[in-house]
């Protein structure tokens, strides 16, 4: 791209996300125009209705009389908005309609009314990603008392009665010497910033970590059900394509914004990074550095890196055909890897401190330098494997989708530039993965790209010939790829040597497993009256018990984004009534007590679930309260025992975000991390429509005591053994019939 249509770009990029419409809605321009006429002209013909600001300014300012006029609307029209936005602001702390079923209370239709009239009755929420960003409220801030007394409630059943009294005497201790003076400087710090806790965890929990991001902090997403195309050209062109006009949805703020209930709008901020994005590692933090623009993806194919226009000369992205033809030509080079190229990116997979020592050494001048910059400055990295994949979840056996899930989640260790803001991973059979960095953006903002983008390249297929190529004429011949160079001396190469025999070490010893439940799905589960999260989160409750014979913390992240710049919050899914009823389904208890007890904890589960999404969680206050004692050097054991104790069971559910192509359920294999503790299990999740749950298990083969295989053998019987207890019968299942 030429450096002034690039400029023009980057200026055309901060208008669009910075402008005076984002910026003033609920209020518009037209509004401002209107207001000024309306005054202007009634001020002209001899009515004041500006309480005398016009006739202030006119004498005061010694400006004409229709000057005044026009001034004094627009800080009228200034002051009125300004009121609405605080109105809309206030109301939209309103969480009620979160803990009511399909029949609102007259309080949330009153809520939904307020909201709709402040807007503008007939008019959309704004159709600008950044446009509803302004009326978002804060993440609310709690009270120590009710974190502190909702975190002993929570540890209780996972303590024994002489630990729980010992945690209790801490905690009272910590609320007495320590609580109000920690939560004062959180005070400032709510009042002071738009998330009181969010630009922390971004820096502690992430960049601050020295482990390395493959398999320990990295995701994975995996391919839809449906297939593309065979040709790996055509599918890396289509999803490379894809992507870029996702970005540009992102830049021009054409990609609306998640709303709601129809008038409750999800935070957008994450969409910032997730392009032209690189984390830096560093000796002891990493940076996330962000580019206002690309024109090139990094691809790596056979050892080799290339640096590979996606624009024409005038900024202009290429075809599709254009783009199959840059892979094309890829594909075609028969070049040997430099030195060292080959495995270079195992670097990106080691721990951050040695990547950051050899990323100095090796990487900060010259022709080493030149090139680490294209790969860090590119849009984002497509890796073309050398192998075949397959994303069918309704086969019988399913190792394949076992080897999808390690290809997404780590490849061999230096196939996948860790760094990224993502990794797409394409097959030779066109299947696909992506491989994501998790510090800028959580799941759902890389899940909603990746699927909206899967979902394209299987709705029209009429321009592949025979062989899944890409048949669209070629307008322009696009600027040509170049090979990489890199010049790495003898310690460079021993160094890297190093890092991969570390990458080989993580890899090996992940156990992971992928499960596709295909006798009911959501229908099922619906059916029995119960959220289909509680269903699966009480289902892997029973099955952790039924493998492990004990019960652990549970981690399930719940999103923030009804709030300004919110990311995640926990949901602990282990709870006094869950425990109680996974007792009693391997005990001598009657089905109907068993099923009480399974309707208490679930809707214990649903309860916790709406508090973390609804800002009143209390793990992310827990660990502002100690960000601050560690700035003001306050030891404060208590602290440390409620943010020291490891998540044995980390679960996350990866949302759908497409339910049909031309009237066909459209399925992805959903995604899946690795465990975040070395005695604990890592479990994804999606629901696969009404027929279909799919299930991505992680653990490490080192530990004696975890079993990814035993693990989703147990959840599907757990699912199983809940079905039963709601006396549904599969025979009987239209659902069942309908997926068999």
Known sequence: MSNKSEGWTLWLKRFHRR??????????????????????????AGTDVTWGLATFFQTNLKISKSGSSGLAALIIWSVAGSLRKFLVRRLLQYRGWLYEGSRPSLRTQIFVVSVRLLNGWFLPLSNKLYGLQGILPTLP???????????????????????????ESLAAEFVEKHGS?????????????????????????????RSPLLVHSNFYCSDAVEEATKNQAARAAMLTLGSLQFRESIDDQTLK????????????????????????????????????????????????????????????????????????????????????????????????????????????????????????????????????????????????????ARAGLHGNGYNRWCDKSFNFVVA???????????????????????????????????????????????????PKPTRLEWDLPEDCLQTIESAVAAAKLIIDDVDIKVLSHRPFGKGLMKKCKVSPDAFIQMALQLAYYRVSGKFDLTYEAAMTRFYKCGRTETVRSCTEES??????????????????????????????????????????????????????????????????????????????????????????????????????????????????????VSSYKSCPTTDSTKFTNEIARALDDIRLLFGVDLEENEIFKKSS
Request: glycine share 6%; charged share 20%.
């Open 19 to 44: 402008n005076l419409v984002t910026g003033c809605y609920p209020g518009s321009f037209r509004s401002a125009l209107s207001i000024v006429t309306v005054i202007t002209s009634l001020n002209l």
């Open 141 to 167: 801030l709690p009270s120590v008392d009710r974190t502190v007394q909702r975190y002993m409630a929570s540890v209780k059943p996972l303590l024994t009665e002489e630990k729980f009294r010992k945690v």
């Open 181 to 209: 003076q920690l939560q004062r400087y959180l005070i400032y710090k709510y009042w002071s910033s738009q998330n009181y806790v969010s630009d922390w965890w971004e820096e502690y929990v992430y960049l601050m970590g």
């Open 257 to 404: 914004p998640l709303v709601g209930q129809g008038v409750i709008p999800l935070c957008s901020s994450q969409y910032d990074r997730a392009y032209n994005t690189t984390r830096v590692p560093g000796e002891t933090t990493d940076t996330i550095v962000h580019f206002d623009s690309s024109s090139h993806v990094a691809v790596y194919h056979q050892g080799k890196y290339f640096h590979v226009p996606i624009c024409h000369s005038n900024g202009e992205l290429l075809s599709l055909a254009e783009m199959q033809l840059q892979f094309i030509r890829v594909l075609q080079d028969k070049s040997k890897p430099a030195p060292g190229e080959e495995k270079l990116a195992a670097l990106t997979a080691w721990d951050r401190t040695s990547w950051a020592k050899a990323r100095t050494a090796f990487f900060s001048k010259g022709t080493n330098k030149t090139s680490l910059d294209v790969i860090e400055g590119a849009a984002f990295v497509v890796s073309l494997d050398d192998e075949d994949h397959s994303a069918d979840i309704y086969s019988e056996e399913t190792p394949h989708l076992d080897k999808l």
């Open 428 to 478: 030779t059979n066109g299947r696909a993965a992506l491989h994501a960095e998790h510090s800028y953006a959580d799941a759902p903002i890389v899940s909603q790209m990746c699927q909206l983008n899967m979902k394209a390249a299987v709705k029209d297929k009429s321009i592949l010939d025979d062989d899944g190529l890409i048949i669209t004429p070629i307008k322009k011949d696009p």
């Open 579 to 696: 425990c109680k009823w996974v007792r009693a389904m391997d005990s001598d208890a009657t089905e109907k007590e068993k099923l009480e007890l399974f309707k208490e904890a679930w809707e214990k589960h649903q309860l916790n679930y709406r508090l973390s999404m609804s800002g009143e969680g209390f793990d992310r206050h827990l660990f502002a309260l100690y960000v601050v004692s560690k700035y003001l050097k306050i030891d404060s054991e208590f602290l440390k025992e409620a943010l020291g104790a490891p998540w044995k069971l980390s679960t996350s559910q990866t949302p759908t975000w497409q339910e049909s192509v031309n009237e066909v359920p459209f399925i992805t294999s959903g995604g899946g991390f690795g465990a975040t503790c070395p005695d604990g299990y890592g479990v994804s999740y999606i629901v696969g429509g009404d027929h279909a749950l799919v299930f991505h």
